[in-house]
């Protein structure tokens, strides 16, 4: 699946290929702060736990997998944006609900970036699949992501514990009702 360029951003599925990539943006210890506290991901870590998890969800007929996002102006890698169905390692899994996450380069915070991308990518997810929700998780002091949320529609669910194989932390969920 190919997406069209955003006004200055292009897009592109990503995969085991671009572990280089993701080992880059999981330097930046404020990157990392609200997923583990700060902790700089290993490239071990890339390729035996995160390339295999991205596996599991990349549909690429359905647009289910990470977005790399390059910015048009110097065709700079500053991010990925996340699309897969809500709860996908659980057993309540909801294709239905597509969750929308994304990690960005701090050089590129505060400049809309995450948002634009998001809802560039999540109109043409919606558009393909037939969709009750679009849904997200957020550290509950993670405020630039949570404002991400409500830019693109969300409203506040819940606050609660989120458990899957990578990570366990308290959370708040957003979601926006489709239908």
């Known amino acids: 699946m190919a997406l069209d360029n955003s006004l200055r951003l292009t897009y ?16 930046d210890e404020a990157v990392m702060k609200y997923l583990n506290g700060g902790v700089k991901t290993t490239m071990d870590d890339i390729v035996n736990r995160f390339i295999p998890r991205l596996n599991a969800f990349h549909n690429e007929p359905k647009g289910w997998g990470l977005w790399q996002v390059n910015t048009i102006d110097g065709d700079e890698f500053i991010g990925w944006i ?6 996908f390692f659980s057993p309540e899994r909801d294709d239905s609900d597509i969750e929308l996450g994304w990690r960005f380069k701090q050089c590129s915070w505060g400049k809309g970036y995450a948002t634009e991308a998001a809802d560039h990518i999540a109109t043409h997810i919606i558009a393909l699949n037939n969709l009750k929700a679009m849904s997200a998780v957020a550290a509950v002091d993670n ?7 409500k830019k693109l529609g969300m409203h506040f669910v819940k606050q609660a514990i989120h458990s899957d194989p990578a990570w366990q932390a308290e959370v708040v969920y957003y979601t926006k009702q489709l239908t």
């Open 12 to 27: 592109r599925l990503m995969d085991e290929d671009d572990a280089k990539l993701l080992f880059e943006l999981d330097q």
């Open 82 to 87: 996340l699309v897969r169905p809500m709860h």
């Open 143 to 149: 405020l630039g992501s949570i404002a991400i949320m």
